[in-house]
């Protein structure tokens, strides 16, 4: 079922994949000139926190994890990028390092644009420009909706919130009735969340049980959106 309308999906989605769709033409062969392309393997870095940026990356397919390390290098999951999005560019605008490691979660296919290219785009498109600002805009919405749900919500109802929008990231080629299997590992998961993982795998349990999802191997199957969306209680 569609969920728009009954929950603000767009709330927790970074919308990056706006900033490149239907770009003109020859801001796009500019933007592309030196344009590379390269499969990461499931768990292969990107990026790292601290590094300095020689460019951007634009993810083609697959899916890409951003993250934090602790002091004792244990992940905090910011955001899961999707198939269209743009990575890196923060560290660009800011002229500053990588502030976080991004890491592919399932093959991926990514592009790299250089750091030169992007910038003699930026600064001749109006287009461009305009969208990152607005994307820029709404990416501060999103995290500070994250910040308002580890400060507020309990772990069932953080996990409901995420397992809400990972269904939505993980819709391939998606018709009405078909179901949405969810490839992500308990550990990543748990990250996401901002828990344990023994409490990602208890609290799983409690909604197979309440017949809300299944599970095949480390695969998640939402049954029963709506009843997510009610214990997630986000307005």
Sequence with gaps: MSIKGVFQIDNWDFKSESVLAELPEKDLELLTANKTEQIYKKGEIIFREGGFPSGIFYVITGKVKKYKLDKDSKEQ???VANTGELLGYHAIL????????AAALEESRIA???????????????????????TLSHEFAVLANSLSLFAQKSVRERLAVQLIVLREKYKVNFEAGMPVEINMSRDDLASLVGTARENVVRVLSEFKEDKILETKGRKI???????LIKIADYK
Excluded: A, G
């Design 221 to 227: 199957i939402v049954l029963d959106v709506t009843k």
């Design 112 to 134: 790299f644009i250089p750091k030169e290219d992007f910038l003699e785009t930026l600064n001749q498109s109006k287009v461009l420009s305009r969208r990152l600002l607005k």
């Design 94 to 101: 800011s002229e500053d390092r990588y502030p976080d490691c």
């Design 77 to 79: 999951i910011i955001y």
